[in-house]
């Protein structure tokens, strides 16, 4: 049988905020564990039909960063579904959000130029 490992560490500060994200898989292109300032787990619960989600970001991850990853993870749920259910629907619906988003973070990212 073959396996594959994907392995997540977190050092947390004395509040138990996240202050570095590590995480490397069996299966990682770059070898070795890789930094992230942030991460969105989700497992299915069958028994219970839900949701069982881990977000965790560090204090290091700006928001206009996270803003990016919250609509990346809205798009890789739009290709989820069409690889798994291929409901044209719901495709459209959640590529139809993403563009809205992005949209708005573009129109928030010429009023307010980083510095």
């Known amino acids: 049988m073959n396996k594959s490992e994907i392995n997540f560490s977190v050092e ?3 509040n138990r905020i996240p ?7 069996t299966e990682n292109p770059n070898e070795g564990i890789n930094e992230s300032r942030a991460i969105a787990i989700s497992v299915w619960d069958h028994y219970h039909r839900g949701l069982l989600g881990i977000n965790l970001w560090t204090k290091e991850m700006p928001v206009e960063e996270m803003k990016h990853f919250a609509v990346d993870i809205v798009g890789n749920v739009a290709q989820l579904v069409a690889d798994a259910t291929g409901d044209k629907k719901m495709i459209e619906i959640l590529e139809s959000t993403c563009r809205s988003l992005k949209r708005h973070i573009d129109e928030e990212e010429k009023k307010n130029p980083a510095v």
């Open 12 to 14: 947390l500060d004395s």
């Open 19 to 25: 202050e570095k994200i590590f995480w490397d898989a």
